[in-house]
Nanobody, 124 residues
């Protein structure tokens, strides 16, 4: 069973930076696309960024493009989300997720495995 463990959340002031990590374990074959999603209280879950392990293709939500960077360390089965120029609107619980099938993108329903989440709070 694939397990995902996030770390790196916290509280920062607007304009600050945080780096989230997601360590994946339990893979018996190749790892598929992994992504970051977020959900703020009272709002729907939003896809933030995703990365395909084969060629490192990346996908970003328009709201974070240019500020967030997703990357991976295939040797460690770990995906990172570097978040710069954070805004109060980025405040949310951030979840790491992994697909079980080929393909990649920001549609949450296409992801099978989910982490427990890590809280990011940005104050003005």
């Amino acid at each position: 069973q694939v397990q995902l463990v996030e770390s790196g959340g916290g509280s920062v002031q607007a304009g600050g930076s945080l780096r989230l990590s997601c360590a994946a374990s339990g893979y018996t074959g190749s790892r598929n696309c992994m992504g970051w999603f977020r959900q703020a209280p009272g709002k729907e879950r939003e896809g933030v960024a995703a990365i395909y392990p084969g060629d490192s293709s990346t996908y970003y939500a328009g709201s974070v493009k240019g500020r967030f960077t997703i990357s991976q360390d295939n040797a460690k089965n770990t995906v990172y989300l570097q978040m710069n120029s954070l805004k109060p609107g980025d405040t949310a619980m951030y979840y790491c997720a992994a697909r079980a099938t080929w393909g990649c993108g920001l549609r949450g329903y296409e992801y099978t495995y989910w982490g427990q989440g890590t809280q990011v709070t940005v104050s003005s």
